[in-house]
């Protein structure tokens, strides 16, 4: 038989019981969330993976990022590449360098990137992640690099940039000097020049934004002369012949192989047929010579100095003592602020990363 006593202890074990019941279930309860966070938040995961790796892609220049840019590094040497960021400089965000946007989708010859390269200089991390990143830029089309991106499940980061297109002379013929002289029926030859100048104090204009600057360090320069065979007076003109072109730096002459096509200094055009800078070139017909230097361009980065680009010419003049005879010459400054200047500009594009 019960008594009182036997009766309250019963309660008193039956409500420790569902107390420590009622802990337990509400534990359970709150742990039930954490234990779904890994399915439910895959998608942020790699949300924040494709932000990462647009950040680095649109906001940062890579590294290296000074005289030995890894955008012209070649095969052989991108291990030394740390990251492969796209931005012209880390104070332009979204503004994209050209040679860098080449370099990166695989358009340099002398740098081939793979998928390690994408994962160890781009995406980092351990895990092995998918990715898909494209570019396209107004009027161009579009590029791409990566796996084929799935229909669903992946993180996504769309982002507005701009391309950096560099500045490049387009000069008329007409802009040089045109000398008359007189000449003799024993020496009917004028032998003269012109040349295209990189004053590089006032080219590295700290002044001017580096989204509109001539950064020759990084970009390349481009010079078309054109209508040359226009400008002469043809009736009095027998032959004229390129003999050479230099490069010449304080005066001197900069000593570097002038006859090979390939080379990682310069390409030079005749009516758009590649020759060498070697010559001589039979030139009287032409309309159009034009040169392409590579950057880095030679001593850009010594502020206080210049380089020339010096065509030499030999003018074979009609052997008649009585007429006025032209020729060409003088000095062309590749600077800003010239009507035969097209200075850099920039080209709106849309940059897309899927990470999966």
């Not at 590449?81 to 979204?94: E, K, Y």
Request: one cysteine or more; a negative charge.
């Amino acid at each position: 038989m019960r008594t009182f006593r036997e009766n309250g202890i019963l309660s008193v074990d039956f409500l420790i019981g569902f107390s420590i019941f009622l802990l337990a279930l509400i534990m359970i309860l709150t742990m039930i969330p954490g234990i779904f966070a890994g399915l439910d938040s895959a998608q942020i995961d790699y949300d924040a993976v494709a932000y990462r790796t647009s950040v680095i892609l649109c906001e940062d220049p890579g590294w290296p990022a000074d005289d030995d840019s890894w955008e012209f590094m070649d095969t052989y040497h991108k291990d030394d590449i740390d990251r492969l960021g796209l931005a012209v400089s880390s104070t332009s965000p979204n503004i994209l360098s050209k040679e860098k946007t080449k370099a990166f989708f695989n358009e340099n010859e002398n740098l081939v990137l793979d998928n390690d390269d994408y994962h160890s200089k781009v995406l980092f991390g351990e895990i092995p992640y998918y990715y898909n990143i494209s570019l396209k830029i107004e009027n161009d089309p579009v590029n791409t690099t990566g796996n084929i991106a799935p229909d669903s499940g992946y993180g996504y980061m769309r982002r507005l940039v701009k391309l950096k297109e560099p500045g490049y002379a387009k000069i008329d013929s007409g802009e040089f000097n045109k000398t008359n002289t007189t000449i003799t029926t024993l020496n009917p030859y004028v032998y003269t020049g012109f040349s295209v100048i990189f004053d590089y104090a006032e080219i590295q204009n700290k002044s001017i934004d580096e989204a509109y600057r001539l950064m020759l360090q990084s970009e390349p320069a481009s010079i078309t002369i054109y209508n040359f065979s226009s400008s002469l007076n043809r009736s009095d003109i027998s032959n004229v012949t390129l003999t050479k072109i230099r490069f010449i730096n304080d005066d001197k002459e900069v000593p570097i192989v002038y006859s090979t096509y390939h080379n990682d200094t310069y390409r030079f055009f005749i009516d758009g047929i590649q020759h060498t800078m070697q010559g001589p070139f039979e030139i009287s017909d032409a309309d159009e010579l034009k040169f392409e230097i590579y950057p880095p361009l030679m001593f850009s980065d010594e502020i206080g100095t210049s380089l020339s680009v010096v065509f030499n010419m030999t003018y074979e003049f009609v052997p008649d003592e009585s007429m006025k005879h032209y020729y060409i010459s003088g000095d062309i400054p590749y600077i800003y602020n010239k009507d035969y200047m097209t200075e850099p500009y920039l080209k709106d594009g849309v940059m897309e990363v899927m990470i999966w």
